[in-house]
């Protein structure tokens, strides 16, 4: 089918891609799984420890610590598509004036580094100088200071309110592109038939924007069980293991304790958790796709 | 043109202006109180106040001389951008290849790399972390290029082939009549098409490298290519007392120039976006 001239362009063309996959994913990917069954320092001899990580792992109490605190932080992209959904349909409206500076606006949180963000609520948060516990403090709404890091239920919902403060705009303007692609006459002809707003969000809106909710439902929620800079800043995912969701762990047994083998161990374990929680979505999508090819 | 709209209700007005100011507050209120914690004096901080009671340079003063900020300013724009530039080179023959050739296993390959989105690649650290010691790589600008590419690639190889894929299949052989050969049809014809595109994913991939922090943390250490982000951790995390005002000015410093570039690139990105979806 290829000519010759052809083929050799394609061979070429692959290359550059085909040597990142093998090298920067599938080599490091393998040499992972062998690493996990090792006491793996930083530096120095790795040890053989046959399944002993795996099994370690799942019955050290900071296993479910873990578990807990990734379910509840995975509910952020929830609150993330609430947020986006409304702002999207906002900023679709034609009577509001100014749109591109407001969405200039609105995606600030998410073009800062999440590190920053994570400083900026470390400080806004602070028990002791905090504006945050400042003024409601002064409304009345709490008597004194409230220690929120030290607190694991506070910890966990506060990392999850601020990952979804963070990474909303992602879904925004996925969501807002996708409404904006929907002719205006579908509405006219909507109102025509005497549709009012809200039938007319679920008659036309709705069917034309569900394929993108579900595109960036998917992508936040595998990108926001790994984006972790924020709340590692926030807690280093104490108090104890409160919030330490399953990456996060990773990370302190590798940045922290040099346990490379254990690390390792704890990503596969995501990778699991991940797989489980789009599996549904990834079905519902593909369905999707069959439907419209047909 | 408007006169269709006329019949939108005064309540959904209302509505969508609350949901807009709400918006814009929860975003507004916290970034304008770290811009006037940044102008207090050292002091001041600790009173939860609006108006600094003077006007005080001092933290924007300490931050570049005494904790030297640009140096790792600087580290953040060479990781930045090596990585956006080696993220194109890796990414767009790829791409073209995957939207306008037809090979076996082509949509497995293609679903090999860009499922590799929804792949937790942090944990690639671990070993990255490892093998970096071994060949030399650890504590290099290199070392970060090269590790930034495992999440850059999949998404420039996405979004560019989808740009790829929605333009006319008849290009190539247009320019082939011309005398092209397959590889001049691609340089001469498909990359100028692309370049819009091509700056959006330049863009992101910067702004990837310039943000990212588990990756450059891990991957650095105290004399090394250490970027701001770990600088601002270093900061949040160093000790009993941290500087709040020299925070406060390291945030607004780092987290600016990607917000201006997005602004820059705003034109391009809703296009990218609208053909990625």
Known sequence: MLDRQERRLVILFLLPTSLFMLFLLWLPFIQGVWMSFHLWPFMGEPKWRGLDNYTRFLNADYFWDSIHATIIYCLSTLIQLVIALSAALVMNQPFIPFKSLWRGIMIVSYTMPPVVVGGIWLFLLDPGLGMVPHYLMQFGIIDEPIWWFSNGDWARWLITFVAAWTFWPFMFLIILSSLQSIPREYYEVAEIYGANTFQRFVVVTLPRIKTAILIVVILRLAFNLAKIEQPFTLTGGGPGYDTSVLSILMYRFAFMSGDFGMAFTVGLFLVAFTAILLLPFGLVYQRNLRRHSL | ?277
């Open chain 2, 1 to 277: 043109m408007t006169g269709h709209y006329t019949r939108i209700g005064l309540t959904e007005r209302i509505v969508s202006f609350a949901v807009l100011f709400l918006i814009l507050a929860l975003i507004l209120i916290p970034y304008a109180y770290i811009i006037v914690t940044a102008f207090k004096e050292p002091g001041e901080v600790f009173e939860t106040s609006w108006m600094p009671e003077q006007l005080s340079f001092q933290a924007w003063a300490d931050v570049f001389t005494i904790f030297e900020f640009h140096k790792y300013l600087l580290n953040s724009l060479i990781a930045g951008l090596g990585s956006a530039i080696l993220a194109v080179i890796i990414s767009l023959p790829g791409a073209y290849i995957f939207a306008r050739k037809n090979f076996k296993f082509r949509e497995t390959f293609f679903y090999l790399i860009v499922g590799t989105l929804v792949f937790p690649f942090i944990l690639l650290i671990v070993p990255i972390t490892i093998t970096w010691i071994k060949i030399g790589l650890f504590n290099t600008f290199t070392g970060l290029w090269l590790a930034f590419q495992i999440f850059a690639v999949p998404y420039c190889v996405w979004i560019l082939r989808g740009f790829f894929a929605q333009l006319s299949p008849h290009l190539e052989e247009a320019a082939m009549v011309y005398g092209c050969t397959q590889f001049q049809a691609f340089y001469k014809v498909m990359v100028p098409l692309a370049k819009p595109v091509v700056i959006s994913v330049l863009f992101l991939s910067f702004l990837y490298g310039w943000s990212d922090f588990l990756f450059s943390n891990m991957l650095t250490t105290g004399g090394g290519p250490q970027t701001a982000s770990i600088a601002i951790y270093i900061a949040t995390a160093g000790g009993e007392r941290i500087e709040w005002e020299m925070l406060a000015v390291m945030t607004l410093v780092a987290g600016v120039p990607p917000t201006v570039v997005y602004m820059m690139a705003q034109k391009y990105l809703s296009q990218t976006f609208a053909t990625a979806t």
